[in-house]
């Protein structure tokens, strides 16, 4: 979903054709909730590894397009006048100044994505697998065994935190330029 919802976003936050050509499928999906496509993974890929990514992609793509999109649309229009100015085109308008100007929103949509994709991921395995965090929180509350709940969540909690911590020092580094 990164590797499709961003690239799109910030196409579609630039490029009024792009933005033309997706926004009403993007409109279409975007109310959805992840959970609601758990049937017709079931139906499509049965119960298994191609569900459980489909869910991932679907729970990732629109945070991904909606923050890199509004952090196009956030750049600054003064620089974007003063590129045309000096004779930029909008190819390199697009390259230089709002790529760079929406990478704080693109880290966000980094955050939130993978915060959706790991809920749902769980999520689709409580209501439909035969591993994974989901299915052992499932299988405790079966066998009514709290600790195995417990333990399950717990490691969700981790497993969430950790993805947090990943971010957060992957954008410390990677924007320390920009920001100077």
């Known amino acids: 979903s990164l590797l499709v919802g961003l690239p799109l976003g910030l196409l579609?936050?630039?490029?009024?054709?792009?933005?033309?050509?997706?926004?009403?499928?993007?409109e279409l999906i975007r109310p959805i909730p992840p959970?609601?496509?758990?049937?017709?993974?079931?139906?499509?890929?049965?119960?298994?590894?191609?569900?459980?990514?489909?869910?991932?992609?679907?729970?990732?793509?629109?945070p991904c397009v909606i923050n890199a999109w509004v952090g196009v649309?956030?750049?600054?229009?003064?620089?974007?006048?003063?590129?045309?100015?000096?004779?930029?085109?909008?190819?390199?308008?697009?390259?230089?100044?709002?790529v760079p100007s929406a990478l704080p929103m693109v880290f966000g949509a980094?955050?939130?994505a993978l915060v959706c994709c790991w809920t749902n991921l769980v999520g689709a395995e409580l209501l439909a697998a035969d591993q994974g965090l989901g299915y052992l929180i499932s299988m405790g509350r079966r066998l009514a065994m709290p600790e195995m709940v417990v333990l399950g969540m717990v490691?969700?909690?981790?497993?969430?935190?950790?993805?947090?911590?990943?971010?957060?020092?992957?954008?410390?580094r990677l924007l320390a330029g920009i920001r100077r």
């Open 35 to 62: 959970i609601a496509w758990i049937p017709l993974c079931i139906f499509w890929f049965g119960i298994g590894l191609w569900g459980k990514v489909f869910i991932i992609w679907i729970a990732g793509i629109v």
């Open 73 to 98: 649309k956030m750049t600054n229009p003064t620089l974007i006048q003063m590129a045309r100015t000096y004779g930029a085109s909008d190819w390199q308008i697009f390259t230089k100044i709002c």
């Open 155 to 172: 490691t969700v909690g981790l497993g969430g935190s950790l993805i947090g911590v990943i971010i957060d020092v992957l954008e410390k």
């Open 110 to 112: 980094l955050q939130i």
């Open 12 to 26: 579609m936050g630039w490029f009024t054709t792009v933005r033309g050509m997706f926004r009403p499928l993007f």
